[in-house]
């Protein structure tokens, strides 16, 4: 994702804080009015920017979490303590102003990859994000047979979204699965290891009923940058093949921060 972080954006608007839903102390979604004329894919990302008191103009990219259909905005987000922004955003509520710039970005866009009888969608905590977008806007389920969308946090408090994904598993059963992993507070019955040792034991495979390989899978990661460059190895060595201007491939990658 584009680390620019200072900038004076090009063309942008206040928007007002619609809604904030709040999933662990460091964790929470944010809803903004959207503008009329922005448009966006599921995986795109955007930034959202404020003045701060001491005048300086900061902005941070994020992941869009809504679908294009929806009239609102929404984002995941994670606090960085020390952070620029986010701690200034923690601190806004329901009606406060926030900018946000009206530029759509990134790659990490589902129609990049072939189509295949089966899509895994695998993210560690706030990588989860793009997933959101693509599973609400429902065109990814109409080009793979299956998906399987595999989240990865530390605490369960950290799994954003587990109701939304566990209703939408529960009405369209062994199409879509969902794959919630709690790595630092196991749960019998719940999986706890990380996702790259999983899938090198034929665990993640063998849980979900569903195959990782690179004829009819196709792979996308997103989260945690050792984790993309651990999954990048991984499906290398399973002849994945990554997607290239005009190409379609079977792996698709989103360094998340
Ligand atoms: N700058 C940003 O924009 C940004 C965004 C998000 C997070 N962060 C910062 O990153 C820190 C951690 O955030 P987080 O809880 O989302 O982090 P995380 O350390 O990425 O942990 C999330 C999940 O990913 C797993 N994981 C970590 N490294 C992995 C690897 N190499 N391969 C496979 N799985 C791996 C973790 O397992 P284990 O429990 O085994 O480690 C955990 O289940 C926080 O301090 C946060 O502030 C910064």
């Not at 005048?55 to 984002?75: C, H, K, M, N, T």
């Not at 587990?162 to 919630?180: K, Q």
């Not at 004829?215 to 460059?229: A, Y």
């Amino acid at each position: 994702m584009d680390p620019t972080t200072r900038h004076s954006a090009q063309r942008w608007s206040n928007e007002r804080i619609t809604a904030v839903q709040r999933w662990a102390p460091h964790q929470w979604s944010l809803r903004i009015t959207r503008p009329a004329d922005f448009r966006f894919q599921p995986g795109h990302y955007a930034k959202l920017g404020l003045a701060l008191a001491d005048g300086q103009e900061v902005w941070r990219p994020y992941s869009i979490v809504s679908a294009p259909a929806e009239d609102d905005l929404e984002f995941l987000l994670t606090l960085v303590p020390g952070g620029a922004l986010t701690p200034a955003l923690d601190a806004l509520g329901v009606g406060d102003a926030v900018r946000f710039e009206h530029l759509a970005m990134g790659f990490f866009i589902e129609t990049q990859l072939a189509a295949g009888d089966r899509l895994w969608m695998l993210a560690t905590g706030s990588g989860l994000g793009p997933y959101v977008s693509m599973l609400r806007d429902g065109a990814a389920l109409e080009r793979h047979g299956q998906i399987a969308l595999v989240h990865s946090v530390r605490y369960a408090n950290e799994l954003a979204y587990a109701d939304e994904f566990r209703a939408l598993a529960a009405r369209l059963p062994g199409r879509v699965h969902y794959v919630p992993v709690v790595t630092r507070e196991p749960q019998e019955g719940r999986l706890s290891q990380r996702i790259p040792v999983m899938i090198e034991s034929g665990a993640l495979e063998a849980h979900v009923g569903m195959a990782m390989d690179a004829q009819g899978s196709r792979v996308m990661v997103c989260g945690n940058p050792d984790f993309t460059t651990e999954m990048r190895r991984i499906l290398n060595g399973r002849a994945f093949q990554p997607c290239r201007r005009g190409l379609s491939g079977s792996m698709l990658f989103e360094k998340y921060w």
